[in-house]
């Protein structure tokens, strides 16, 4: 069975070796794990892992904070990619920021990645905005998307409520 468990200092240690694995797996420029751990210093860093049978599937890094959310990562291992544990990952972010009161989401994604586009798009992102060269890497522009968390808003976007699975 899978479970979403935040992730703290004994976690990030405990499961260091397999959340560079999936970063190394999914992005260009992955972070270090010293990159982690610098950033789950910051008080409003969140990290959760989808794990299950003590291996990690995928993770999500987020800030929650004032009214807001920004998602810094979001990976599945690649042998674990088309099973909908993204969705669950964001899905599971999506309910405490809603339950929490927060008022909205944000996000850098590249134009190349089009399953995350994709994927952001169907939980009723929108793109609200380009950062031009963001990524150092390869100079690709950012797409700035973000979703309002309000009932009102997900209604006219026909998501409904965000309800517990």
């Not at 990159?35 to 989808?50: G, P, Q, R, V």
């Not at 809603?98 to 989401?105: A, D, K, V």
């Not at 939980?123 to 150092?136: I, L, Q």
């Amino acid at each position: 069975m899978n479970q979403i468990v935040r992730i703290g200092w004994k976690g990030l240690s405990l499961y260091a070796e397999q959340i560079i694995e999936i970063e190394n797996s999914s992005f260009p420029s992955p972070w270090s794990i010293n990159a982690f751990k610098e950033e789950m210093k910051k008080s409003i860093s969140h990290l959760w892992a989808l794990i299950r049978d003590k291996k990690i599937l995928g993770y999500i890094c987020f800030w929650m904070f004032d009214t807001e959310i920004q998602i810094i990562n979001l990976a599945v291992h690649p042998e674990n990619r088309r099973q909908k544990l993204g969705q669950s990952m964001l899905k599971r972010m999506i309910e405490a920021g809603s339950s929490n009161g927060l008022q909205s989401i944000w996000l850098e994604v590249r134009p190349s990645n089009v399953p995350a586009k994709n994927l952001y798009t169907k939980f009723g992102f929108h793109e609200a905005g380009r950062r031009k060269r963001y990524y150092n890497d390869t100079n690709e522009d950012a797409i700035i998307m973000m979703l309002k968390l309000s009932a009102q808003e997900r209604d006219k976007q026909h998501l409904g409520p965000f309800s517990k699975s």
